[in-house]
DNA sequence: GATCCTCGAGTTCC
DNA sequence: CTCGAGGATC
C-alpha cells in the first residue's frame, strides 16, 4: 500500500517537473535542464506509467500523443465566432482607423477632447489561428478558424505541441477558451526540411505551409515529430476576466500567469503616431524576427471601449491588421525557356503571369538549372509562390500542389540550343547543360561582347543589349576588334541610335582603346577567369604579351591560379581565332597599358587584410570602398571567415554582420574603415 | 582526402 | 545574392 502511494506521489512529482520544464523551455523560453535530464525524466514517468496503467490520465506529459489516427477531422462550433480583422496597407488607412475611433470614444464619453487612445500593438503572425478551449484548467478541445463560426477539432494534433499547457496553473477561470497562432519559427523550419530531405520526403516551401500541413495530418504522432509553437494573443469564452484591470495587456500578462505562451510583443502604445512608429520599428526588425510575420495588430487597449466599439459584419471595430507589403505571392508558372549565357550555359527562365510582389510586377524568374526545377518540383501551368524577400532577385519557391493542374507539363531540357542549333551538353559530373556551338552561337557572342564592354571590363557606355543584338544580327560585328572600327556614319544608320548617342559611344571606344591590363585580360572572358584572376595575372606577368607565351607551368606559379584555369588560360590563346580577335584589336589601336608588377605591397595600410562589406554605408557607395581598400593592398571578399580582416558594416547590414559576430571578426563602421586607410576626418 | 574558403557566373527590374 | 566548383590547407 505505502509502496503504491510512493508510486502516485513519484508519477505527480514527474508530471509536475515535466511540465515546469516544458513551461520554462517554450514560455519562458528559458530552459533550466538540458535535453538529457528532460528525456530521463519523460523515460521514467514512462516506465512508471507502463507498470501501472490504472494511474494513466489524460492530461498526463505522456498522453499528449493519445489515440490512434483520425479518419477525418470532426468540426466543433465555436462559442464565440473567430472573427477576421479588418486590413490596412496603408497609413492613411491607419489614420482613418484611428479616427473612427476616437470619434466613437468621444461620443460614448470615454474619451476627453484633446486625449488620445491607448492601444496595444503586437505582431501578425505568418501561422494558423487555433482556439484551444480549457475547462476546469484542463486542455479539452481544440479547433481551427474554419470559416469562423464552424472550425476543425485538431484536438488530438494541438495536444502534442509542448509549448502548450495540457493543464493551466494558477488563478484560471472555469472556462476558457484561448485564441493564438500556431507556427513554426525558421529555424525548426529549416531543420525539418532538411530531415525530409534526408528521408526523401517532400519538403515544404514556407514555415506557414509547413505549420498547416503538419497539423492537418490525422495522425496525431506525425504532428508531436514536428516542431510547432503556438502563441496566445486573444480569447473566445471566458467565464471571469483579470479582476485587477480592465486592460487586454493585462488580460495577456494574466495568461501568461496561467503557464500559456503568449505572443511576445505587445506594447502599449499612444494615437496614430505611437502606431506607426510601431509599424515602422516592427517593419525593420522583421527579417531578423525568428519566426515569419505579415503584419502587425493594433487593439483598443481599453476592454471597456472594446465593448462600446463592438463589430461590423465579421471583424471588430477595436481592433486592426496593418499589413507589409507581400513578400510572397502565388501566380501561374506560364513556361519555361531557356537563356543561352556566355559561356553557353542554358538556363531555365520562369515565364509568370505578371503578380506584384515586394514592391514591383514579376513576370520572370530564374529557375538556374535542371536540379533545381527537379528539386522544387515546378511544372508548367502550376500555380507556384514567388518570392522577392531582402535580397531584389525574384525567385520560384515551389509548386501550391493542391493546385496542380492534371496537364501540369515537366520541364525538359532542349537537345540543341535554340539560337544556333548545336547540341546542348551537360557533362556527368555538373550542373549546367551548355550550347557546344561556343563562338558559332549567336547567343554566345552577344554576351561575350557585353561582357567586354561592361563596366567592371572596358567600361564602354552606350553599348546596350539593343544595339548589340543590331550589330551582331547584321553580322558587322563577329569580335570584339570589330567594335572598335565602327564610325559615326555606319552608327548612324541603327535604330534608336541619334547622332548625340553615336558622338558618345564613339568617344567612348576611343576613351577604351587604351585599358589597365587587368581590366582587358577580364573582358576576354576567358572561362575561369574573373575580376579577382585577370588582376592577379596583370600582376603577375605585366604585359599582355607575357601572358599569351605563358604555359601551364607558369600559371600554376600565379596565386589562385591552379590546373584548371591554367589550362583554360592557355586553351584560349592557342585558340587561332582568338590571337585573331587580339592582333585585330591591335591593329584598330587597342593597347594595354602595361603594369609594373608591384612589389610595395607590404608597405600598404590593408597589406593581406581581407574585408567584407555588408549593408549600404553612409557617404561610400560598396565600389568606392572595394576600390579604396584594394589602392590601400587590401583585398574584398564576399563572405565572412574566420580568415576575413574587417567586416566593414553599414545600414541594414545582414547575416554577414552576424557571421562576425560568431567568428570574433572585428567589425568597423565607414569612419573606423577610413580611420584605417589614413583618411582624416572633418 | 576532407574541409574550408574564395572566385566565377548568372540573375530581375526600372 | 546564391550556387557550384576550383584552389589552398591541413
Known amino acids: ?35 538529457a535530464q528532460y528525456d530521463r525524466l519523460m523515460v521514467e514517468l514512462q516506465a512508471l506509467e507502463q507498470a501501472h496503467p490504472d494511474l494513466i490520465t489524460p492530461d498526463s506529459p505522456t498522453q499528449r500523443v493519445g489515440a490512434a489516427p483520425l479518419a477525418a477531422f470532426g468540426s466543433v462550433r465555436h462559442a464565440v465566432p473567430m472573427l477576421s480583422l479588418g486590413n490596412a496597407f496603408e497609413a492613411d488607412e491607419v489614420s482613418a482607423f484611428d479616427r473612427r475611433v476616437q470619434e466613437t470614444l468621444r461620443g460614448a464619453g470615454m474619451l476627453a477632447a484633446d486625449e488620445q487612445v491607448v492601444y496595444q500593438a503586437e505582431y501578425k503572425f505568418d501561422g494558423l489561428a487555433i482556439s484551444v478551449r480549457y475547462e476546469n484548467g484542463r486542455l479539452v478541445q481544440a479547433a ?85 509553437r ?115 550555359a542554358i538556363t531555365p527562365v520562369a515565364r509568370l503571369e505578371p503578380v506584384f510582389v515586394g514592391g514591383v510586377t514579376v513576370t ?54 535554340p539560337v544556333c542549333g548545336s547540341a546542348i551538353e551537360r557533362p556527368e559530373d555538373e550542373a549546367i547543360a551548355r550550347c557546344s556551338g561556343g563562338l558559332f552561337c549567336a547567343a554566345q557572342r552577344k554576351q561575350t561582347l ?24 547584321s553580322e558587322r560585328v563577329k569580335s570584339l576588334a570589330d567594335l572598335f572600327s565602327l564610325t559615326l556614319d555606319e552608327l548612324s544608320r541603327y535604330e534608336r541610335m541619334g547622332k548625340k548617342s553615336a558622338e558618345n559611344l564613339v ?26 584572376t585577370a588582376r592577379a595575372l ?15 607551368d607558369t600559371l600554376l606559379g600565379v596565386p589562385d591560379v591552379g590546373p584548371i584555369v591554367a589550362r583554360s588560360i592557355v586553351r584560349f590563346f592557342s585558340e587561332p581565332h582568338n590571337l585573331d580577335v587580339l592582333n585585330a584589336l591591335q591593329q584598330t589601336g587597342v593597347q594595354a597599358q602595361a603594369v609594373q608588377p608591384s612589389d610595395n605591397k607590404n608597405t600598404l595600410a590593408l597589406s593581406g587584410k581581407t574585408v567584407v562589406l555588408t549593408g549600404t554605408l553612409p557617404v561610400w557607395t560598396r565600389d568606392d570602398a572595394r576600390r579604396h581598400i584594394l589602392a590601400a593592398g587590401g583585398k574584398v571578399s564576399g563572405s565572412v571567415s574566420r580568415k576575413t580582416s574587417y567586416v566593414v558594416a553599414g545600414d541594414q547590414a545582414g547575416s554577414k554582420l552576424a557571421r562576425a559576430h560568431d567568428l570574433g571578426v572585428p567589425v568597423l563602421d565607414e569612419a573606423g574603415l577610413k580611420d584605417l586607410l589614413g583618411f582624416s576626418e572633418d
Open 144 to 228: 481551427t478558424r474554419g470559416d469562423g463560426q464552424t472550425g476543425e477539432d485538431v484536438t488530438s494534433n494541438i495536444r502534442t505541441l509542448r509549448s502548450l499547457p495540457l493543464t493551466l496553473r494558477g488563478d484560471f477561470p472555469d472556462v476558457l477558451e484561448v485564441r493564438g497562432e500556431v507556427l513554426m519559427t525558421r529555424a525548426d523550419f529549416e531543420q525539418l526540411n532538411q530531415k525530409q530531405l534526408e528521408r526523401g520526403e517532400k519538403i515544404f516551401v514556407n514555415p506557414r505551409n509547413a505549420a498547416a500541413g503538419s497539423l492537418r495530418q490525422l495522425d496525431p504522432r506525425i504532428t508531436a515529430s514536428r516542431p510547432l
Open 1 to 35: 500500500m505505502a509502496q503504491q502511494e510512493s508510486v502516485v506521489d513519484r508519477i505527480d512529482a514527474l508530471r509536475q517537473a515535466i511540465a515546469d520544464h516544458n513551461h520554462h523551455y517554450y514560455v519562458l523560453d528559458a530552459p533550466i535542464v538540458s535535453d
Open 230 to 344: 503556438f502563441y496566445a494573443y486573444g480569447w473566445g469564452q471566458m467565464t471571469r476576466r483579470t479582476r485587477t484591470d480592465d486592460q487586454h495587456t493585462a488580460v495577456l500578462d494574466w495568461f501568461e500567469t496561467l503557464g500559456l505562451p503568449v505572443s511576445p510583443r505587445r506594447e502599449r502604445v499612444i494615437g496614430i503616431d505611437g502606431l506607426l512608429d510601431f509599424y515602422d520599428r516592427t517593419g525593420s526588425l522583421r527579417d531578423e524576427l525568428p519566426f515569419e510575420i505579415d503584419g502587425v495588430v493594433y487593439k483598443v487597449n481599453s476592454l471597456a471601449a472594446q465593448d462600446v466599439l463592438g463589430f461590423v459584419a465579421r471583424a471588430p471595430r477595436f481592433a486592426l491588421a496593418h499589413k507589409y507589403p507581400a513578400q510572397e505571392e502565388t501566380t501561374r508558372l506560364l513556361g519555361i525557356e531557356v537563356q543561352v549565357g556566355r559561356t553557353g
Open 507 to 532: 568617344a567612348a571606344l576611343q576613351k577604351a582603346r587604351h585599358p589597365a591590363l587587368d581590366r582587358l585580360l577580364y573582358a576576354l572572358g576567358i572561362r575561369h577567369v574573373g575580376e579577382t
Open 538 to 552: 596583370a600582376q603577375y606577368f605585366g604585359s599582355l604579351e607575357a601572358v599569351i607565351k605563358a604555359d601551364e
Open 364 to 417: 520572370n524568374a530564374t529557375l538556374h538549372n535542371e536540379d533545381e526545377i527537379r528539386r522544387k518540383d515546378v511544372r508548367i501551368g502550376d500555380t507556384v509562390i514567388v518570392r522577392r524577400a531582402g535580397d531584389v532577385i525574384p525567385e520560384v519557391v515551389g509548386p501550391v500542389l493542391d493546385l496542380r493542374p492534371d496537364d501540369a507539363a515537366c520541364f525538359v531540357m532542349p537537345l540543341s540550343c
Open 450 to 473: 557585353l561582357h567586354a564592354v561592361s563596366r567592371k571590363a572596358l567600361d564602354i557606355d552606350g553599348l546596350g543589349e539593343k544595339l548589340i543584338d543590331q550589330l551582331v544580327d
